[in-house]
């Protein structure tokens, strides 16, 4: 019988694992926020330019 999945073989994996350091979890959290953070204004500068280019050419308030 196969006890891939009993209560010891999944201890077994979870040693297993390599989990990662407090410093890669720090770096990976702020590349993620440096990345959103520039997606974000890069699409609200575009939003920005679209609705003014709509003004320009006579459509929009």
Same mark, same amino acid.
């Given at each position: 019988?196969? @006890?891939?999945?009993?209560?010891?073989?999944?201890? &077994?994996?979870? &040693? @297993?694992? @390599?989990?990662? &350091?407090g410093k890669d979890i720090r770096l990976s959290s702020v590349e993620v926020i440096l990345f959103t953070a520039f997606f974000a204004l890069f699409f609200i500068g575009c939003d920005f330019l679209v609705t003014f280019l709509l003004r320009v050419i006579g459509i929009g308030a």
């Open positions: 019988m196969d @006890r891939t999945f009993s209560w010891s073989g999944i201890q &077994k994996e979870a &040693k @297993r694992v @390599r989990w990662p &350091k």
